[in-house]
């Protein structure tokens, strides 16, 4: 099988049976000027399209309606490849960061859409080719490779693909392979999760009585503004729960199959905490009372929570204080307790969540405080790293660093501004190139705390690189200048003949992190917009600019613009994208409104 880079190429690769094309950044290593995240997604994504050669060439779906099929599988066994390959990765962990949650948030919205979609019309099709069908699908597969057990999951992917080489298949197919090869009711479970859109939040209270702990659970679906559901939705949730005592493995394993359920967990020692959806497993969300919540703390402290557990908790608090079910304060204390921290997919997780929250912050007066907490919560970290890696340093801890690093930068850490201008200076100078590793962290910062001469300094860099990665990073970080002459200039070069249509995307989406570039950024887009519905129109492209431009505004007023501007302007390609879209905008306002003041007495006392 051949595998080959194209210089213009829109999407990230395509599995074309033995010539599998790529985009050159998502195929080609350069070990002096590649970053270990760059590394990291060039295996994922050989991975993914090598994957597709049994999911989606010796087995293709019957229609588009199951194209998870393909897409689920191939994100799911790309994770399962790199594991094997790069066991240091820790690459399952990443999972959780990278798809798992990205597939809850978009699945919470009401613009969401089931895993199995029905599609009529060509214009449908690309807008499927989103998070539900490659990240929820994987999500789900992992779920029920955890249910049935690895033997049983092997032996019914064997009795899939046997049974349909060469052929068409359904979902039930794959459903009847796997209840057969494991004698469990695969179709009814299964059935739940890909035929209707959304996932379940599951309510927990407990009763004590000695050693003996009582746990009342409750479904319901999970909605990311609060509200309830109208379609009085039920899932078969295989549910799992740990303790202090056996933090990696489930003491009990039920499905939840009805409204209600009581489970008895025995053996629990008084004060030790009791944790569902062990290693963040299954595709819901927890909600637990104050108390069980409080005995949780200490295991994130102390780390005797395992990370994906760790990373499960944070994650599934930020998203029920969007929902307006938790208080955004008492969220960010238990982010106090993540100050010794060191797993680098529990800290880009963490750093997601608060990019929202920051963002929203944007439009209120102590965003400066919420920086300063930020300050606070990160310097640890950057204190046990430091600039420059330690001699046999592991891939993570290089991945980590950059990530420490940018986020202290952009929340105004003096001493890191001052050493990311001086490590720039040097490498644009060629005195002392910078690893590759830090490249992103350091353009961005030098961007936003710099001058014109630095933008014409990392211009050049682009225009010397022969990289694609490098060109791709140089184009991610012009757009965080905060001069908006500079910030025009970035979205007019995005266009200009120096940047591949394809690449146009990364660097829009690099000027909307601060209010005024946003605001630059989506008047550009309007004025521009017969150009770019021209170059993007009927692909995935489109789908992202609408998505980058349009979902962090926070007023109604921005709501109504948008909506008003694609009523006008129709993009039937990214239409699902546009009232998720909408649906972000309004959430954000919500949210606003909601933890302005709680947030501002918090905050004071950071300064």
Not at 53 to 58: A, C, D, I, P, V
């Amino acid at each position: 099988m051949d595998l080959v880079a194209i210089s213009d190429f829109a999407a990230g690769a395509m599995e074309n049976w033995g010539l599998v094309t790529y985009r050159e950044a998502r195929l080609l290593v350069d070990e002096a000027n590649s970053s270990a995240s760059s590394k990291q997604d060039v295996a994922l994504v050989v991975g993914h399209e090598i994957a597709h050669q049994w999911f989606g060439n010796l087995v293709t779906m019957e229609w588009w309606t199951h194209l998870w099929l393909n897409e689920g599988f191939a994100t799911w066994i790309e994770y399962l490849c790199v594991d094997h390959c790069f066991p240091d990765f820790d690459i399952w962990t990443q999972f959780a960061s990278n798809e798992f949650t990205r597939a809850l948030e978009l699945d919470a919205l009401k613009n969401s859409h089931p895993i199995e979609v029905p599609v009529g019309h060509p214009s449908e099709i690309d807008e499927i080719f989103d998070a539900i069908s490659y990240s929820k699908g994987a999500s789900v597969i992992r779920m029920l490779h955890d249910f049935i057990g690895d033997q049983d999951f092997r032996k019914g992917m064997h009795l899939y693909l046997s049974r349909h080489t060469y052929k068409n298949t359904f979902t039930e197919d794959l459903w009847a392979a796997l209840g057969e090869a494991s004698g469990k009711p695969i179709q009814d479970i299964m059935g739940t999760w890909t035929k209707q859109m959304g996932f379940p939040v599951i309510k927990v209270e407990q009763t004590v009585q000695g050693d003996r702990r009582t746990l009342k659970l409750k479904q319901e679906r999970f909605l990311a503004d609060g509200s309830r559901d109208e379609t009085n939705s039920l899932w078969l949730v295989p549910v799992t729960i740990s303790t202090a005592s056996s933090p990696n493995e489930a003491v009990r394993q039920i499905v939840l199959d009805k409204r209600e359920e009581s489970v008895e967990v025995t053996g629990v020692n008084e004060g030790d905490w009791i944790k569902l959806n062990v290693g963040g497993v299954g595709f819901y969300r927890t909600l637990y009372p104050n108390d069980m919540l409080e005995k949780l703390l200490p295991g994130i402290k102390d780390q005797a929570l395992p990370p994906r557990d760790r990373l499960a908790l944070q994650n599934d608090l930020f998203a029920l204080v969007r929902a307006g079910v938790a208080s955004c304060t008492s969220v960010l204390k238990v982010v106090e307790a993540f100050e010794n921290e060191t797993n680098y997919t529990v800290w880009t997780d963490l750093s997601t969540n608060l990019s929202v929250v920051s963002t929203i912050l944007q439009y209120t007066d102590f965003h400066d405080n919420f920086d300063a907490f930020i300050r606070k919560v990160f310097k640890p970290s950057m204190k046990r790293l430091g600039w420059d890696p330690a001699s046999n340093e592991g891939h993570l801890n290089a991945m980590l660093r950059s990530v420490i690093i940018g986020r202290l930068g952009k929340a105004g850490d003096q001493e890191i501004i001052t050493e990311a201008k001086t490590r720039f200076s040097k490498h644009c100078q060629g005195t002392q190139l910078l690893p590759a590793d830090l490249r992103s962290a350091a353009y961005s910062i030098a961007m936003k705390y710099g001058s014109e001469a630095d933008f014409e300094a990392l211009l050049k860099l682009y225009r010397d690189a022969d990289l694609q990665e490098e060109k791709n990073r140089v184009l991610r970080s012009l757009g965080s200048t905060q001069d908006p002459a500079l910030l025009k200039r970035t979205l007019e070069f995005s266009l200009s003949a120096e940047v591949r249509s394809q690449d146009t995307v990364f660097a829009m989406a690099g000027v909307v992190g601060s209010v005024e570039g946003r605001e630059l950024a989506w008047k550009f887009v309007q004025e521009k917009w017969p150009v770019l519905n021209e170059r993007y129109s009927g692909g995935f492209l489109l789908t992202r600019l609408v998505k980058v431009t349009t979902e962090n505004f926070v007023t109604e007023e921005m709501a109504v613009e948008v909506d008003n501007f694609f009523k006008a302007n129709p993009a039937p390609s990214a239409e699902r994208t546009i009232q998720q879209s909408l649906e972000n905008i309004r959430l954000n306002k919500r949210q606003l409104d909601k933890d302005r003041d709680s947030l501002k007495q918090f905050l004071a006392a950071y300064h």
